[in-house]
């Protein structure tokens, strides 16, 4: 899911954020167009953007948005609902964890993860 598209070869020109989501079908293997998403995203190379797969449900987490990994880290849980074709927010300023590689879904909390003081959480 989105990532880095260049112009032509890739030798760093033409760089910008990509939308584009396919989806893989294991049982069929096979991978198929799914709805772009709702902004830009930049994962390549940061290991940022995380995505998850909960009751038939996509979820991605920790992503940013721009054309650099430092532009805007994103708290936030998109979901997709693959059968309606959209993609909505279901949780904004989430509890993330490890460089925004791991969020806590559905309040499930195996590790016992503590939430953040509130002098050390951006608002």
Known sequence: MGGIGCEGVDRGQSRHCLDAVEIYNADGDYWRDGPPLPCAQ???RTNACNAGVVG?????CGYYKGADRHDDITKEILELDPC????SVVARQVLMHDNYD??????LNP???MAPSADLVKL
């Open 42 to 44: 930049l994962s390549l």
């Open 56 to 60: 038939g449900k996509i979820y991605v």
């Open 84 to 87: 309606e074709k959209r993609w």
């Open 102 to 107: 791991v969020c806590l879904v559905a309040n």
């Open 111 to 113: 590790r016992g993860l």
